[in-house]
Structures are given as C-alpha cells and as structure tokens.
T-cell receptor
C-alpha cells in the first residue's frame, strides 16, 4: 500500500533562514513518481517538481533543492534563504500506475510560516 | 499558463440536495481529476477521467459521481449531499495520468448544513 508521511505539521522560521521539509514514503512498486506541490494562502496548488524512482539525482532550482534518497525512502525539500512569499502549505505526493491501475497519495502537508 | 477554473469558490447547500461542482481547463489536457482536501488528511482522489466520457474511481468515490461530456469540462456530482461531504474540493488537469504533474484550480469550499 502507498503511504506518504509528512511528520512536520507546522514549521516557523525567520526570514533568510534555511528550512527543510521532510517527506517519507512507502511503496511496494519499483516504478513510482514523487512530487512536491505548494499551496499558498490563495488555495491553488502549484506544481514544483516531479521525480521518477530511477532518478536519484538531487535537483536545485534557485533557492529550492530536493534530496531524493531511495535507501531511506525520503524525498526532502529544502528552501534556502527563506522569504515571506514562501509561506504556504507544502504537499509531497507519491503516484504509481500500471497493470490497469493508477494511484496517487498525498501527504497531509507541512505548513510553513516565514516570519519577517 | 494552464488555467483551471472552478464554478464557485464557496457553496452552501442543504442535506439531501443535489450538488454540481464544475471544472473547466483550457490546456486541452486529456486527464482531469477531482480531490477533496480535509485538515489532517491531505488530498484524496475522488474520481479522475482520462478521456471524454471515461472515468475511473479514486480512493473515495462513495457518494459522488462525475460527468465528462466535453474534453475541457469535468463535473463532480453529489447526488444527495450529506454533512460529511463538507470539504474543500479541488479540480486538477494534466497531460498524463497520475504519474504526471497536475494543475489545480482554486478550489470550492462546500458546506452542507
């Protein structure tokens, strides 16, 4: 069965601090996909990144970076030099497809508050 | 930019009413999805559609049905609304199935009294 755990319910940081959002997943499939989405106060989820299970290369995009480690089943998200605009709820998601099924599981989200 | 719009931001309905939530996307995406979002539960997939008139059940389809008569429009129907269906409903679209990124609408907060 699929499971995504975001153990951090809420995090507060002061602007310019670095912050890491944790995501741990469970799956029996060897082929799967991981995602991060951002949900700002306006409510609309915004896609940030997609990773497949065969690509463990870390990725950096500006102040955002992602660390994918299959050995620990984790896909953590780091924001460097946080800004007030980073305040949002962040969701990690896991999806699988094949053999006539499609399944996606979202974590419960981490609410990040960046204090000026 | 992908645009996904939902017919209402806020909706209040009475128990037993039939409720229609509409979603429209403008990117010619094959796939569309309906989720509900509840505190402490994250997003849960209700139904998705991979083509016109085609649909698949998600994790929590009970009490819901869907309709996709045109590619750009995906409707979620609550046949007889109940208070436990009070929630935020999010529509999404994507070029692929669940293994591809999805683009979300602003959500409809439905309250059933």
């Amino acid at each position: 069965a699929q499971k995504v755990t975001q153990a951090q319910t809420e995090i507060s940081v002061v602007e310019k601090e670095d912050v890491t959002l944790d995501c741990v997943y469970e799956t029996r499939d060897t082929t799967y996909y991981l995602f991060w989405y951002k949900q700002p106060p306006s409510g609309e989820l915004v896609f940030l990144i997609r990773r497949n299970s065969f690509d463990e290369q870390n990725e950096i995009s500006g102040r955002y970076s992602w660390n994918f480690q299959k050995s620990t089943s984790s896909f953590n998200f780091t924001i460097t030099a946080s800004q007030v605009v980073d305040s949002a709820v962040y969701f990690c998601a896991l999806s699988e497809a094949g053999g006539g099924y499609q399944k996606v599981t979202f974590g419960t989200g981490t609410k990040l508050q960046v204090i000026p | 930019d992908v645009k996904v719009t939902q017919s209402s931001r806020y909706l209040v309905k009475r128990t037993g009413e039939k409720v229609f939530l509409e979603c429209v996307q403008d990117m010619d995406h094959e796939n569309m999805f309906w989720y509900r979002q509840d505190p402490g539960l994250g997003l849960r997939l209700i139904y998705f559609s991979y083509d016109v008139k085609m649909k698949e059940k998600g994790d929590i389809p009970e009490g819901y049905s869907v309709s996709r008569e045109k590619k750009e429009r995906f409707s979620l129907i609550l046949e007889s609304a109940s208070t436990n269906q009070t929630s935020m409903y999010l529509c999404a679209s994507g070029a692929g199935g669940v293994t591809y990124e999805q683009y979300f609408g602003p959500g409809t907060r439905l309250t059933v009294t």
